[in-house]
């Protein structure tokens, strides 16, 4: 179907205006929430204590917790004094379709491989799964996009925990998105096994002592924001917590952007929030700002890490400086360059998919059946060609 352009074209005005109208609004409560984060300054044990209060009564709330540093403080990098190895993984998978010939599903992980000591020359490593049927499958029917991106999360994580256990000495391992998952698998039995799994493979992790992280590029999330919004309440209306937003739609990242200078880092907060209560003990979910860019021009990302992480200073200290080191690779668009090439190893393309079909209804023919034909939709969708319609 073709877009009808000139509908386009008189309706923008309307987005335009919508764009200009919030960042104006997050510009001036921008201002609004630096006085309130400022405020705070050697408050952390009781804006802590006030947010633990105000979860008890709401378990669905969403906020940072303050830790021991200083709320309003901000760290440069610490030149890197030791040898490290890292280990990037990133994942790709193909969903399995009802209107395919054959629905499949795979999973393919991408690791880069970079040795700080140059003893050996970096490295791709990649590892390709073919869902069988009991994993396609419940007794509902083909399970659905969310337990696939659970199952390349976890092989992401399981991959990385095997490959640090083959390594001396430090070893930072790094995935790109949020440790903490959204997919949340209470009551779930399709995903719980593998939620499991997953909290196991961190736990290996941390008995490793593997430098763990997820790296959130351009982040949307606000719960530094909401935390101040909760610790501004009223005493006597603390049963409003995450209720109440004077700030929205202020994100994190508005906030921070001209309060951390370039290569540095803000304090780590903790995640308090429905899934992250899950990640228990060592596995506790902790984050912190970081400005890849310069103090001009800043550019944030969200580093999620663990607890095991999060309560080691060294550990701190040496993520943050080789965060900033693979950013710098990448010119004026700073991204950990090793993130960058595990996903380029790890993409599955369009052509891929096909040539993995193919393979499946040869080992069908050889097993004496006819290979079963697309629904009559995708049939039909096939007729106007694959680069139009996807």
């Known amino acids: 179907m073709p877009l009808d352009y000139t509908a386009i074209q008189s309706q923008l005005h309307i987005l335009s205006g919508q764009i200009v109208a919030k960042q104006s609004?997050?510009?001036?409560?921008?201002?609004q929430a630096a006085i309130w984060l400022d405020s705070l300054s050697g408050q952390n044990e009781q804006s802590r204590a006030r947010i633990l209060q105000a979860a008890d009564g709401n378990s669905n709330l969403r906020s940072a917790i303050p830790t021991d540093e200083e709320i309003t403080a901000t760290y440069l990098p610490q030149p890197i004094q030791r040898d490290y190895t890292l280990f990037a993984a990133d994942g790709s998978q193909v969903h399995p379709s009802r209107h395919d010939a054959i629905p499949f599903g795979v999973i393919n992980i991408g690791v880069f491989r970079f040795a700080s000591n140059n003893q050996s020359p970096p490295s791709?490593?990649?590892?390709?799964?073919?869902?069988?049927?009991d994993e396609l499958y419940t007794e509902y029917g083909l399970v659905g996009e969310e337990v696939i991106a659970l199952k390349r999360d976890l092989a992401e994580r399981r991959k990385l925990a095997s490959l640090a256990g083959e390594v001396d000495g430090t070893v930072l391992a790094l995935t790109d998105g949020p440790l903490e998952l959204f997919r949340d698998p209470q009551g779930n039995k399709d995903t719980q096994k593998e939620f499991e799994?997953?909290?196991?493979?961190?736990?290996?992790?941390?008995?490793?002592?593997?430098?763990t992280a997820g790296y959130v590029d351009r982040p949307g999330a606000d719960l530094v924001v909401r935390m101040l919004e909760i610790l501004h309440l009223p005493a006597d209306e603390l049963a409003n917590a995450g209720r109440t937003r004077p700030l929205a739609p202020l994100s994190d990242a508005a906030l921070f952007q001209h309060r951390i200078p370039g290569s540095a880092r803000s304090a780590i907060f903790a995640i308090q929030s429905r899934s992250a209560q899950q990640f228990k003990d060592v596995t506790a979910l902790h984050f912190f700002f970081l400005n890849t860019g310069t103090t001009d021009h800043p550019a944030l990302a969200r580093v999620e890490i663990p607890a095991w992480v999060a309560n080691n200073k060294d550990s701190v200290e040496l993520l943050h400086a080789v965060l900033i080191d693979q950013c710098r690779h990448l010119g004026q668009r700073p991204y950990p360059y090793a993130l960058h090439r595990s996903h380029e190893i790890a993409l599955v393309s369009f052509?891929?998919?096909?040539?993995i079909e193919t393979m499946i209804s040869r080992a069908i023919i050889g097993q004496g059946l006819t290979p079963p034909a697309p629904s009559?939709?995708?049939?039909?969708?096939?007729?106007?060609?694959?680069?139009r319609t996807r």
Do not use: M, P, W
């Open 25 to 31: 609004l997050e510009l001036e409560r921008s201002a």
């Open 124 to 133: 791709e490593i990649f590892e390709t799964k073919l869902l069988t049927l």
């Open 197 to 211: 799994e997953y909290l196991g493979v961190l736990h290996q992790l941390a008995e490793l002592g593997t430098i």
């Open 351 to 355: 052509s891929d998919k096909d040539q």
């Open 376 to 387: 009559n939709k995708q049939s039909a969708k096939n007729l106007s060609g694959r680069t």
